[in-house]
């Protein structure tokens, strides 16, 4: 009943909202929801229910990107992922083991695993909405999506190596392993299976989508059917299937297609919204809080706190500040230290955690040995790091709000970090649907003409802009507005940001009309253009 106004003004995303809801109805408060008290069969569910959300979302993030997006960004991510990946893991274990001495290298090693991916499901509440949409620039935005759905799959081979060197008695042995299932077999198998399925689906579809099989409502119930069906496969085979869903998701869409049949369509966002609600109050009622003090296991709130600051800090800040110059859509070091903050950790790291446990030994009370303390220790840690990412990430865009309304009304992230001229315009456009590509053959040549056409039966004059516009739809706006349609995938403008709309009043021969005091009448507007790309 207020989502608009907690998610559009206070910028509160679901994310901190389901996990508090959770701990509300959880076992500390109203003990109406207790998933800890399921007894032997709790580490399995919460890993299941962890893997589906985690797939969806997955699978999401590889069908929103532009086509054949990770070709042409492989460079860029494979500079972000392993190296950021494999600093954090090793720095975050040095600082797991200074703060629970009881822990041996190794062990912390485990625990680092599971803190190094990047959560894709919390990171999309970060990537996405209006504050980003409006401050952030769509490359950062981009980049770091398919970073975090990237080094999700990524965490296999980090925690098979801490695994096998905790349980194996043979270095040798545990390294071989390592080699020929956690990266062989795990992590390319899957990607290889993951972005087979997906081309093998999408012609499949386009081959039904032809002789009228298929309609637009199968082709969205895909966003669900086919993750499923992925992950399910290849955790058959024991596959990395979180990167064989992300793998999938970029297939399927690798020639377009896919996007153009799903365009404008809510349902994919409304499950995706639904599984994140429930996935992060489940995480709110699973969060073992009388864990979080326990001096048996050396486990005190103090050297929690401490941890999750180091993390903050230490986990993803300095290897992006260090390597930025060589990610191009990365331009300065404001944007570096940006992306390096919002690297969150939640639905990956617990799901990791709670794969940790399935390959360790029951604990005892104490434990026996190191096998057994880091099986009672790593959800413990893992799970207050998470809660802290939680709060400290969801309330980033909160407090940078207040921060840019106290320093300047006009400041913006991106103002000075690209070369595109930002044109501010009233949040209501924000709201505007782009309907889709329509075009007449002869609209490249009015825009190499420095001209738009004017809509069919339309009396009024051409704009002499030179500038391409896109068709719009007004929710907001009383009245039938007027909109020109031309192309703008075959000009390199794919997905302009809304940031960089032009409103225009081409029927007001005073200028362009002031559309900040509010929503404009139906004579005011006639197009809505974006500036091509240059």
Request: charge should be negative; include cysteine.
């Amino acid at each position: 009943m207020v989502s608009l106004l907690v998610k559009e003004k206070l910028y509160i995303n679901e994310v901190v909202l389901g996990t508090g809801f959770g701990i509300i109805i959880g076992p500390y408060v109203a003990n109406v929801f207790t998933p800890r008290e399921w007894g032997t069969l709790q580490n399995t569910i919460t890993l299941e229910v962890m893997r589906i959300v985690l797939a969806t979302g997955l699978f999401a993030v590889g069908v929103e990107l532009p086509c054949a997006y990770m070709k042409e960004h492989a460079r860029s991510l494979l500079i972000m992922v392993v190296p950021t990946m494999a600093f954090g893991w090793v720095v975050v274990a040095g600082v797991t083991q200074a703060l629970f001495p009881q822990l041996n290298y190794i062990s912390s090693l485990c625990i680092a695993a599971c803190l190094t991916p990047t959560d894709p499901v919390t990171c999309a509440a970060i990537t996405r909405g209006k504050f980003a949409t409006k401050h952030v620039p769509v490359n950062i935005r981009r980049i770091l999506s398919a970073e975090s759905a990237a080094n999700d799959g990524l965490a296999y081979p980090f925690l098979a190596i801490s695994i096998y060197l905790t349980v194996e008695t043979s270095v040798r042995v545990a390294i071989g392993k390592w080699f020929l299932v956690g990266w062989l077999y795990q992590v390319i198998l899957g990607t290889v299976l993951g972005a087979i399925l997906g081309l093998l689906f999408s012609k499949l579809m386009r081959i039904s989508h032809n002789k009228g099989f298929i309609d637009r409502e199968s082709y969205v119930a895909q966003y669900l059917a086919l993750s499923i069906f992925t992950i399910g496969i290849a955790s058959t085979i024991g596959a990395d299937d979180l990167l064989a869903a992300f793998a999938a998701g970029s297939a399927i869409s690798w020639d377009g297609h896919f996007n153009v049949q799903t365009e404008d369509d809510v349902f994919s966002s409304v499950i995706d919204y639904v599984l994140n609600c429930g996935c992060f109050i489940y995480i709110g009622a699973w969060l073992p809080f009388d864990a979080y003090n326990d001096p048996i296991l050396g486990i005190t709130p103090w050297r929690l706190l401490l941890l999750v600051i180091a993390i903050l800090v230490l986990r993803r800040i300095p290897p992006l500040l260090a390597l930025y110059k060589f990610v191009p859509e990365i331009a300065s070091w404001k944007e570096a230290l940006f992306s390096g903050h919002f690297g969150p950790m939640g639905v990956s790291a617990v799901f990791v955690s709670a794969l940790a446990l399935t390959r360790l030994p029951t604990p005892e009370h104490p434990p026996a040995n190191q096998a057994q303390y880091l099986a009672a220790t790593i959800q413990p840690i893992v799970s207050f790091v998470v809660l802290g990412s939680i709060l400290v990430h969801g309330l980033s865009i909160p407090f940078f709000n207040i921060g840019r309304g106290v320093h300047s009304r006009t400041t913006s992230l991106t103002m000075t970090w690209t070369s595109r001229t930002r044109v501010t315009v009233p949040d209501w456009v924000l709201w505007a649907r782009r309907a889709p590509d329509i075009v007449e053959s002869t609209a490249d040549e009015d825009v190499e003409q420095g001209s738009a056409k004017t809509p069919t039966g339309s009396n009024e004059p051409a704009v002499e802009t030179g500038i391409p516009a896109v068709a719009v739809t007004f929710d907001d706006v009383p009245g039938d507005a007027e909109t020109i349609v031309t192309r703008r995938h075959s000009l390199g403008m794919d997905d302009p940001s809304p940031e960089l709309v032009q409103v225009e009043a081409i029927n007001n021969h005073d200028g362009p009309a002031n559309l900040d005091s509010g929503a404009p009448d139906d004579n005011q507007i006639k197009n809505v253009r974006f500036p091509s790309a240059q």
